[in-house]
Structure formats: C-alpha cells, structure tokens
C-alpha cells in the first residue's frame, strides 16, 4: 500500500505564497509521475501540476508562471510552490502518485490540504 500526507494549507491574502507537501510511504516504488490536483466548490477536480521521474513537469494553463512542482527523491517527497496566489486558487488541494509504467496502471490519492485565497 501507499499512504500519501499532504502539508502546508493555509489561508492567506491575493498575492502571497504558500508551498505544500506531499510525503509518500509504503509501496512507493516505480511511482513515476507525482503531483497535484485541486478541487473547489461545485467544481470538478483538476489538474494543477505534476512531475515525472525523469524531471519532465506539466502545468495547468491557470497556473502557470505561478506554481513550481519539484520532487526530492531522497525524501520521497513531492513540492508544489504557490507563488501570486489569487482567490481562484482556493481549493482543497491532493497530492496525487501514480503508476504507469505498467499494466494496469496504479494511483494513489492524498487526502487533501485546504489552501484558501482572500481578495
């Protein structure tokens, strides 16, 4: 099994930081991509970030130039860093790990940190 524990929610003011992270434990071998999705209110989860473990990273289009997603192997952990947040970016914020190398591909949720934008 995979646990996956997100930290560093908050809540704080248009135009501030915040950096989350994300330890995995357990099974976590052959965890190729990790990363993050946010979901709002009445909204759908959505992509925010993710890495690979080979460095390639990918962003949603709201984020980018903002948000850097990072990895530290050693520490089996992943980073996402929230730079000129805005009140759009109020979600609960899941660290995401998946499998895809093989068949059938694998994932694992966190479960969830809330990160809250005032105007």
């Known amino acids: 099994q995979v646990q996956l524990v997100e930290s560093g929610g908050g809540l704080v003011q248009t135009g501030e930081s915040l950096r989350l992270s994300c330890v995995a434990s357990g099974s976590i071998f052959s965890l190729n991509v990790m990363g993050w999705y946010r979901q709002a209110p009445g909204k759908q989860r959505e992509l925010v970030a993710r890495?690979?473990?080979?460095?390639?990273?990918d962003y949603a289009d709201s984020v980018k130039g903002r948000f850097t997603v990072s990895r530290d192997n050693t520490k089996n952990t992943v980073y996402l860093q929230m730079n000129s947040l805005k009140p759009e970016d109020t979600a609960v914020y899941y660290c995401n790990a998946a499998r895809t190398t093989g068949w059938p591909v694998v994932a694992y949720w966190g479960q969830g940190t809330q990160v809250t934008v005032s105007s």
């Open positions: 890495a690979t473990s080979d460095g390639s990273t």
